[in-house]
Nanobody
Framework: QVQLVESGGGLVQAGGSLRLTCAASGNIFSINFMGWYRQAPGKERELVAGFTSGGSTNYADSVEGRFTISRDNAKNTVYLQMNSLKPEDTAVYYC??????????????????WGQGTQVTVSS
């Protein structure tokens, strides 16, 4: 069993900053992807930033240069530092981790786990 716990959302004025945290716990053998998505009202969920297992990162064009994804592998934790926030960044933010678990001598297939979501609201 794996659990993801998010924290760090809130209300901030335009131009402000927030830092989101997503900590994974439980039966974790390996994490092959760590990323952040967001979903605004009436819109589809979109990838904001992500790490691949090789360590490279990618960002949505709309957040490039303002948001930074980072991670602490020892703590199975991924962060999203959000600077220069804009009202259009308002959304529920979800972390997404692709995790392999181990049961005895067997490893599970990779499974995509989602955090519970945290609301980020940017006022103008």
């Amino acid at each position: 069993q794996v659990q993801l716990v998010e924290s760090g959302g809130g209300l901030v004025q335009a131009g402000g900053s927030l830092r989101l945290t997503c900590a994974a716990s439980g039966n974790i053998f390996s994490i092959n992807f760590m990323g952040w998505y967001r979903q605004a009202p009436g819109k589809e969920r979109e990838l904001v930033a992500g790490f691949t297992s090789g360590g490279s990162t990618n960002y949505a064009d709309s957040v490039e240069g303002r948001f930074t994804i980072s991670r602490d592998n020892a703590k199975n934790t991924v962060y999203l530092q959000m600077n220069s926030l804009k009202p259009e960044d308002t959304a529920v933010y979800y972390c997404n981790l692709h995790i392999v678990s181990q049961y005895g001598g067997n490893r599970s297939p990779q499974y995509a786990y989602w955090g519970q979501g945290t609301q980020v609201t940017v006022s103008s």
